[in-house]
């Protein structure tokens, strides 16, 4: 009893990160709804988002660490490989909004009038969008991952 409080508590912090980067994922999306984007929030979001995404890694991390059920659980688990896929994928895509933002900030500070391009804000929200879809397939592979073997 007393081994499964930590784990109780790890899994949980593990899905309130999961919904705060779903939150902050949405913000992006409507913030870059708005005119004028708000260039200087939109970046301060994606850090946010970036910290949020590490701690879901660290804290994912201590939870195979701490499970019950082993690491061989794990390895073996092809719902656990692609949750990882996908989280890197996730990782991957959002480099490019997080290098536009900077370089909207970058821009906005020399003008401050200064706002993005339609067909860059349009790139930035379609990645988004997929990040988000690739998150919906994580909590999918996250349900056949417990369940595993099905």
Do not use: C
């Amino acid at each position: 009893m007393a081994g499964s409080i930590p784990v109780l508590i790890l899994a949980s912090v593990h899905h309130v990160l999961f919904l705060g980067l779903i939150v902050m994922m949405a913000t992006q999306l409507a913030l870059l709804r708005v005119k004028p984007v708000p260039v200087v929030r939109l970046a301060k979001l994606d850090q946010g988002y970036g910290l949020t995404a590490g701690l879901i890694l660290i804290v994912g991390l201590a939870r195979i660490l701490h499970a019950e059920k082993g690491w061989a659980y794990y390895q073996s688990n092809p719902f656990f490989w692609g949750k990882m896929a996908a989280f890197g994928l996730i990782a991957m895509l959002s480099i490019v909004p997080t290098v536009s933002y900077l370089g909207w900030r970058k821009q906005l500070a020399h003008d401050p009038v200064w706002q993005p391009r339609g067909t860059d804000i349009r790139r930035a929200h379609g990645i988004v969008v997929i990040e988000m879809v690739l998150v919906g397939a994580i909590m999918i592979m996250a349900a056949g991952m417990a369940r595993w073997p099905l």
